[in-house]
């Protein structure tokens, strides 16, 4: 196996672009990818200050690296889940990467901050930790943002992270999240504007260029994974993929070229019926947002260590 662009020994295969590449070209093509990315949904503008929500893992690390690769400056915000020593690994990646490079990395602890845990809060409303935990960081890296200046949330959601959500948003015809599931979503009153530089990387890529690039990483999956249906998905994928490389990126971006305008209009219908939610002020279309009932529910629990749920 030789790499496509120098012809010395390659170290890793991209089998949906039929190339094979050395570290060094490997690590420019993830550049390329992510600089396509940018470019072509104008996911960044010189003027922006952008904030990076970092997990700790390999997405979101490969994606603040390749930010500083580019040139483009972002700081990074931790999000404490209370989810035990998973997210106490976690934040140990986030914190030395952003420490070993000199780049500014925020923290809102969930339970210092807000009151209530990933594992308290599913107990509390007695549904999958997944839904308090992406309601959470929807929320949160937003208002963040919002209320520090960064004008872009980027995220470190990967082809193979997007190609799942399709699938699964297809498979239910889920109009509403069909018309919002786009590499961009542009700011409007209220919420900041949110990337996904990844999306034309998959994982195998994301944790390569970590490995060549030397990020330590929070490896482990998450104790409350079990059962999330995403991950049933990917799986799926995977095995489509392996008899079929290309078919997951022509899948997702069939979809965006082709299929997301059909969806769109009920996504603009919704953001005119968006009012001040009356606890937060996060526009929300009832009186008080998802967040805050959430919050109010989760603050009866009390927190104590992870209890994973399958
Ligand atoms: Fe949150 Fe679920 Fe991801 Fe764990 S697996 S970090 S609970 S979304
Ligand atoms: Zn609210």
């Known amino acids: 196996m030789k790499c496509r662009v120098c012809r010395g020994p390659a170290i890793i295969d ?10 060094d070209h ?4 993830c550049r390329e990818q992510v600089q396509r990315a940018i470019h072509s949904h104008r996911m960044i503008e010189p003027e922006d200050r952008v904030l990076v929500a970092v997990s700790g893992g390999k997405d979101s690390l490969a994606l603040w690296d390749l930010f500083s690769e580019l040139g483009i400056a972002a700081d990074g915000l931790f999000l ?3 989810i035990g020593d998973y997210s106490g690994a976690s934040v140990g990646f986030a ?25 308290s809060a599913a107990e509390a409303t007695r549904r999958a930790p997944c839904s308090a935990c992406g309601l959470s960081k929807r929320h949160l890296f937003n208002a963040f943002a919002l209320d520090h200046e960064y004008t872009v949330v980027a995220t470190g959601h990967n082809l193979d992270d997007e190609a799942a959500v399709l699938l699964g948003n297809v498979l239910r015809w889920d109009v509403e999240y069909l018309g919002r599931q786009q590499p961009v979503l542009p700011a409007t009153e209220g919420f900041a504007r949110k990337v996904k530089p990844l999306i034309r990387l998959g994982e195998r890529e994301t ?5 060549i690039r030397g990020i330590d990483y929070q490896v482990e999956e998450c104790p409350m994974a079990g059962g999330n249906r995403h991950l049933g998905y990917k ?26 305008e059909r969806f769109s209009e009920r996504v603009e219908v919704e953001r005119d019926d968006l009012h001040a939610c009356t606890v937060c002020g996060a526009p929300t279309p009832g009186d008080v947002c998802a967040f805050c009932r959430l919050r109010e529910r ?5 927190i104590d260590v992870a209890r994973p749920r399958g």
Request: net charge negative; proline share 4%; hydrophobic share 45%.
């Open 14 to 23: 991209v089998r949906r672009h039929n190339a094979a590449f050395c570290g």
């Open 26 to 29: 490997f690590v420019v093509h």
């Open 80 to 82: 404490g889940l209370g």
């Open 95 to 119: 914190r030395s990467y952003a420490r070993d490079r000199g780049l500014v990395l925020h923290e809102v602890d969930l339970a210092v901050d807000v009151g209530f845990t990933i594992p």
């Open 207 to 211: 944790a390569a260029y970590c490995v």
């Open 235 to 260: 799986e799926i994928l995977n095995e489509v993929e392996a008899r079929s490389p290309g078919t997951k990126a022509a899948f997702l971006f069939g979809f965006l070229d082709r299929g997301h």
């Open 298 to 302: 989760a603050a009866s629990e009390p």
